[in-house]
């Protein structure tokens, strides 16, 4: 069955260490990936995105993630975190063959930082 | 480029009652979609239109639900008969008018429903 899946229900870093936030995808083919933000009130912000060409993405707010295709993962990082990036972080895909585009999202990550 | 709104921001009903959701996409974007977020999951795709046309709808939208966005510019969203399963956050999103499903899609902040 097609899916997306984040391992990592919560995970809590301390501010300044270094972030690595899992993804792993099953579908037939290579689909196109985003990762997004959720802050408390707020909408789901873009992340960054991939779809083809280098299989490492950046992003906005200092964060990357790197496409690995015979993992069918799609992995974010950040090098420093900073206490504003607690929030909800969610993988998504775009199946190549629907022309609509609709998103199918993993069930999230929650970071926490620590001070 | 005022983004994506959606009204009201909260609604609690009694099971039974009817509501309606509103959304208002970025202007000049013509696709606008409807997800369903329940509380520790992820989005759940609902329906999507291209300007007034409703051309996909996922199977988590009952009899129930139904979507319009007469004139391709707002979308409403109703639900009849609330269940407390249908309690959760909804989401609305719109997309520029290209055909490329790497183009990004913009969130609004969501309808938090209530239903008790």
């Known amino acids: 069955a097609q899916s997306v899946t984040q391992p990592d229900i919560h995970i809590t870093v301390s501010e300044g260490a270094s972030l690595e936030l899992r993804c792993n995808y099953s579908?037939?083919?290579?689909?196109?990936l985003f990762w997004y933000v959720q802050s408390p009130g707020q909408g789901l912000q873009l992340l960054l995105k991939?779809?083809?060409?280098?299989?490492l993405v950046q992003g906005i707010k200092g964060f990357e993630a790197e496409f690995k295709r015979s993992q069918s993962s799609f992995n974010l990082r950040k090098p420093s975190v900073h206490w504003s990036d607690a929030a909800e972080y969610f993988c998504?895909?775009?199946?190549?063959?629907?022309?609509?585009?609709?998103?199918?999202f993993g069930q999230g990550t929650e970071l926490s930082v620590k001070p | 480029d005022t983004g994506v709104s959606q009204n009201p921001r909260h609604k609690i009903t009694k099971r039974g009652q009817n509501v309606t959701f509103r959304c208002d996409p970025i202007?000049?974007?013509?696709?606008l979609y409807w997800y369903r977020q329940t509380l520790g999951q992820g989005p759940e795709f609902l329906t999507y239109?291209?300007?007034?046309?409703?051309?996909?709808k996922s199977r988590l939208l009952s009899d129930r639900f139904s979507a319009e966005r007469p004139k391709g510019s707002f979308s409403t969203l109703e639900i009849q008969r609330t269940e407390q399963g249908d309690s959760a956050m909804y989401l609305c999103?719109?997309?520029?008018?290209?055909?490329?499903?790497?183009?990004?899609?913009?969130f609004g902040p969501g309808t938090r429903l209530t239903v008790l």
């Open positions: 999103a719109s997309r520029s008018p290209t055909v490329l499903s790497t183009d990004t899609q913009y």
């Open positions: 239109f291209q300007n007034e046309a409703q051309l996909e």
């Open positions: 998504a895909v775009a199946p190549i063959y629907n022309q609509g585009g609709k998103l199918i």
């Open positions: 579908y037939g083919a290579t689909p196109y």
């Open positions: 202007s000049e974007h013509n696709r």
């Open positions: 991939y779809f083809s060409g280098d299989t």
